[in-house]
């Protein structure tokens, strides 16, 4: 088993930067995938960003993210980050921490990972 939590979500305006942290216990983040995803009100939950280990520590981002978003990991503190630069109201969303067992995984679909935190609200205001 995998536990997990996010911290870091908070109230930020139209172009300012936040980091999300998640932390993992139960096993090491060296042997697993991970990402995130958000869900805004009255959407399906998406992929933001994903970590893997097999591939270099190979990232991987949702298309329109790319140029903002950036994660990484520190294997000491078994937690991964999500540094979210350039915010904007669209971003405003719970945003969670996700595990994939198989970590050489290149997954956008959240089917895929069966370990989850409870999530972190950010909110963006214009």
């Known amino acids: 088993q995998v536990q997990l939590v996010e911290s870091g979500g908070g109230l930020v305006q139209a172009g300012d930067s936040l980091q999300l942290s998640c932390t993992g216990a139960?096993?090491?983040?060296?042997?697993?995938?991970e990402a995130w995803f958000r869900q805004a009100p009255g959407k399906e939950r998406e992929f933001v960003a994903g970590?893997?280990?097999?591939?270099?520590?190979?990232?991987y981002f949702a298309d329109s993210l790319e140029d903002r978003f950036l994660i990484w990991r520190r294997s000491d503190k078994n937690t991964v980050y999500l540094e979210m630069t350039n915010l904007k109201p669209e971003d405003t969303a719970v945003y969670y921490c996700?595990?994939?067992?198989?970590?050489?995984?290149?997954?956008?679909?959240?089917?895929?990972?069966?370990?989850w935190g409870q999530g972190t609200q950010v909110t963006v205001s214009s």
């Open positions: 996700a595990a994939s067992d198989d970590g050489d995984s290149r997954s956008r679909y959240a089917g895929d990972y069966g370990y």
């Open positions: 139960g096993r090491s983040f060296s042997t697993l995938t």
């Open positions: 970590i893997n280990t097999w591939h270099r520590l190979g990232t």
